[in-house]
């Protein structure tokens, strides 16, 4: 462990860590929506014509703003972006299908993590691609308290999605910290580029299909395959992060 939190400090220039936050990726990691999004993404698609997508794609997607995933998946199949009209249109139907079929279910460990992020005196930060409604006016629900308007970055609030670094940077910049002072947890590729794109240590959950290598390719500093390795190895890592210089 000493070992990649060093790795992380040299690669990033930094010559301690100085923990006050935790950033949270929300599909995926809050959330056991990534399957509802797969399939809502692969019918939509399907009704409206396309015919090269079949429903793991959109795991490698996961994190991209709805258009930039629209506007890929279109040059692919017929060559050229797709049309504002097509955009609306396909995503529309897609978060109608996404509503239906997501059960808002949590990720099974989530809330025992947050509570020990929150008992380490560190601010739990939200930072995700969804503009999915559904999802987000439940937030409070799931997680009473925990995000407000202060500590949450959404579609709503960047000009670039993921893999740019823009939403993460944007978490660390609505809660006053520099990249050595906070860590994230995600679960996707995209979402991992984006964090490590703004220089903040990454670990990744693996709560998908998706081999663990593409998430390692990405850049994560760990990758480990549940919540409950994730609160088994958490406390071995802040420790860690108190003491360690270089
Ligand atoms: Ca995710």
Redesign the pocket.
Known sequence: MIEILTQYLQKNHFSHFDLKAVLF?????LYDS?PAHAESWQQTMEEFGYTSTEPLEFYYH??RVGSSTINIITEREFGRKATEEEIKKIYARKSELFAQYNQGKIIPGIKEIIKFVKSHGLKPVLVTGSGQPSLLDRLDTHFPKVFTPKTMVTAFDVEHGKPDPEPYRMGLQKGDLKPNQAIVI???PL?VESAVAAGIFTIAVNTGPLPDSVLADAGASIVLHSMKELLEKIPEILRQTKTITV
């Not at 990726?25 to 990691?29: A, H």
């Open positions: 990726d929300m599909d995926g990691v990534m996961e994190g995600e679960n996707a979402g």
